[in-house]
């Protein structure tokens, strides 16, 4: 008599049999005895994660808007954000970290320290920041016309002349620079 277990076909059965028998055992070894009891399937459970992102929005009262943010570990985090200056304000959690948001009555940074002296429709202008956007036009300098300018300063002023200083000073930078032009 052939032994059942000597047939190709046998033997395929028996695996087969042996690995549905295993993984059903730790399907319910997983399912009755939970995940802290001793039984760690790393395929059952994706890891935690191990840092979380916090991100701080300035809104400017010129409308740009600058985002920070930091990788904080899981750890340390509500230490973290229990740290984090009044000034912000609570944060807003959602799945993808905690944001925290701001409302700077200020000018940004680049249109706080920055002038653009330039040309526009034939005279010298002055704009903040560091383009000719008409929103932050501060003036149009109607006694320099472009065709008074001597070559040198026109040659300079077509292509844009990009002042920067603390935000306190920088006009008076620039006032300085017209006055050049002017003699
Ligand atoms: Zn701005």
Same mark, same amino acid.
């Given at each position: 008599m052939r032994k059942f277990s000597s047939s190709p076909y046998g033997r395929v059965f028996l695996a087969l049999s042996a690995f549905c028998v295993t993984m059903a055992g730790l399907v319910l070894g997983k399912l009755y !005895? /939970? /995940?802290? @009891?001793?039984l760690s399937l790393p395929w059952f459970a994706p890891p935690k994660p191990t840092h979380s992102l916090v991100t701080y929005r300035t809104e400017y009262k010129c409308g740009d808007v600058a985002v920070n943010t930091v990788e904080v570990p899981e750890a340390g985090l509500q230490a973290y954000l229990s740290a984090v @200056? =009044? &000034?912000?304000g609570s944060p807003v959690s959602s799945t993808v970290g905690h944001q925290f948001t701001r409302v700077d009555p200020d000018y940004c940074p680049d249109h706080a320290r920055y002038r653009l002296i330039c040309l526009s429709k034939g005279y010298v202008a002055v704009y903040r920041g560091k383009r000719p956007d008409p929103e932050f036009l501060i003036k149009e300098y109607?006694? !320099? =016309? &472009? @065709?008074?300018?001597?070559p040198r300063d026109r040659e300079v002023l077509r292509e844009g002349l990009l002042i920067e200083g603390e935000p306190d000073e920088v006009d008076r930078v620039v006032a300085r620079h017209l006055e050049g032009i002017k003699e």
């Open positions: !005895l /939970g /995940g802290e @009891s001793g @200056s =009044p &000034e912000w109607k006694d !320099l =016309p &472009e @065709s008074a300018l001597h």
